[in-house]
């Protein structure tokens, strides 16, 4: 069974940083590309950031520059550095983990971090 679960979440000023993490476990698994998403009250869930296995990456326009995706391969994680953040940021971060699992690539939710960016 594959579990993916975020932690880093919390409440932030605007301009500050906050470091999500995430991590995918199960018995003999790789983990392919990783996702971070977002949703907010109202909004559709939208891409944030994704890394591949070999580390390209790619950003949402509006976190483009302040945003840094990155993973260990070995450890099976992957990290979201949030940088300059603005109130528009504040949304609940979902990982989402594509696993190749006894021949089969899925993907894998986890059940979200609450990012709130106020003064």
């Known amino acids: 069974q594959v579990q993916v679960v975020e932690s880093g979440g919390g409440l932030v000023q605007p301009g500050g940083s906050l470091r999500l993490s995430c991590v995918a476990s199960?018995?003999?698994?790789?983990?392919?590309?990783m996702y971070w998403y977002r949703q907010s009250p109202g909004k559709e869930r939208e891409l944030v950031a994704s890394?591949?296995?070999?580390?390209?990456?790619d950003y949402a326009d509006s976190v483009k520059g302040r945003f840094a995706i990155s993973r260990d391969n070995a450890k099976k994680t992957v990290h979201l550095q949030m940088n300059s953040l603005k109130a528009e940021d504040t949304a609940v971060y979902y990982c989402?983990?594509?696993?190749?699992?006894?021949?089969?690539?899925?993907?894998?939710w986890g059940q979200g971090t609450q990012v709130t960016v106020s003064s």
């Open positions: 989402k983990a594509y696993v190749i699992a006894g021949g089969r690539l899925d993907g894998y």
């Open positions: 890394i591949t296995t070999i580390g390209s990456t």
């Open positions: 199960g018995s003999d698994l790789s983990i392919n590309t």
